[in-house]
């Protein structure tokens, strides 16, 4: 196949009482580029994706990092504002002409454009059609909650689940190889890019003082699928895009279908409530659990548990006291530091 590699020339000065989505780049607030492409394909309109595939020395983003354009909006970022408006013209291109392309930025690319962090990065841009089956497929399992692969060469496509590998064309069975190394890469000879997509963060939250709600809408804005559990709770949720249940804790964690990629996070003062939604978080798959207390109350908390058949190896994986030791002490601070330790918690399987 034939890519497009060379520059395309930078635009002319911007008028200054012209807005400019660059001036603040609220785009890159979004980084799973999944629900623009979802939206893209519902409204019929072919999509741009952009995928850094290769980085040599430090760089803002890793491999993984994607953008997404779909002629009306713009979704992700790349870098610390450096290439991104260069990376929108090309996508123009792409979209006018089809041919994906290969881009580099650092050595070996356009010279008129510096990366400060002096590091090189490679992206590769490709059209997706709104009918395109690879993509139905990796937005199928994302509505799933399934991890996912993608496999491109920038014209031919393919996604499978993690236990779907033997069923790839033969032109990505290398690349799928290689995707046992890590979430993101790319082989040669055939060159082909794999990126592997986990389902997205779901938190469910126990509780209904200030700290729960603090935690509820700090990861709401965050984007994070959030749920607010407060049994025989008032009847309206507290915010209106957070799903609320008010069932007995059990029903309402089977409700919402805790799996490794859900953090539960318990933060309720009474005792009982809490016994009885330790005993039920830990009986799901649950990546996190964590709840409010002092380490003085471990003990006792552990001792209820033990004597009501849960596990010490389940214990074990409740956090406790819940958050980062971070000094905080308001809602806000306190909601900070549980965030912090559910984003350091997942970090490392992230893609």
Not at 56 to 83: E, K, N, Y
Not at 95 to 121: F, H, K, N, Q, T
Not at 258 to 286: F, K, R, S, V
Request: hydrophobic fraction near 50%; charge should be neutral; include cysteine.
């Amino acid at each position: 196949m034939r890519f497009m590699i060379a520059p395309l020339p930078m635009a002319a000065a911007p008028d200054l009482q012209t807005e400019s989505p660059f001036d603040w780049p609220a785009f890159g607030l979004q980084d799973d580029i999944r629900p623009a492409l979802a939206q893209a394909m519902a409204a019929g309109r072919p999509a741009i994706l952009a995928t850094l595939y290769d980085v040599l020395g430090g760089a803002p983003r890793g491999v993984g990092a994607q953008m997404l354009f779909d002629g009306q909006t713009m979704t992700g970022f790349l870098s610390g504002g450096c290439i991104e408006a260069d990376v929108a013209l090309h996508a123009q291109a792409v979209m006018a002409d089809g041919a994906a392309r290969r881009i580099v930025y650092g050595e070996g690319g356009p010279v008129d454009i510096r990366l400060a962090c002096g590091s090189r990065i490679d992206l590769l841009l490709e059209r997706v059609a709104p009918e395109d089956k690879a993509a139905a497929a990796l937005l199928a399992l994302a509505a799933a909650r399934r991890p996912a692969l993608w496999l491109t060469d920038g014209r031919l496509r393919a996604v499978c689940a993690d236990d779907d590998l033997a069923a790839l064309p033969a032109p990505f069975r290398a690349a799928a190889a290689a995707a046992r190394t890590g979430p993101c890469g790319h082989v040669n000879a055939p060159f082909a890019v794999y990126r592997a997509y986990r389902p997205p963060l779901r938190l469910i939250v126990l509780g209904g003082d200030p700290i729960a709600l603090a935690v509820v809408r700090l990861a709401a804005d965050m984007g994070v699928e959030t749920v607010l559990i407060r049994p025989k709770g008032p009847m309206a949720a507290p915010f209106p895009a957070v799903r609320y249940l008010r069932g007995p804790m059990d029903q309402a964690l089977t409700a919402c279908g805790a799996d490794p990629w859900t953090a539960i996070a318990i933060l309720t003062h009474d005792a009982d409530q809490e016994h009885e939604a330790l005993t039920a978080a830990l009986a799901t798959d649950a990546g996190y659990v964590g709840a409010l207390g002092s380490r003085r109350r471990i003990p006792e908390r552990n001792a209820r548990l033990h004597a009501a058949g849960v596990s010490t190896a389940a214990t074990d994986r409740v956090h406790a006291p819940i958050g980062l030791p971070i000094g905080g002490k308001s809602p806000w601070e306190i909601a900070v530091s549980i965030i912090a330790e559910i984003v350091a918690e997942t970090a490392a399987g992230k893609s």
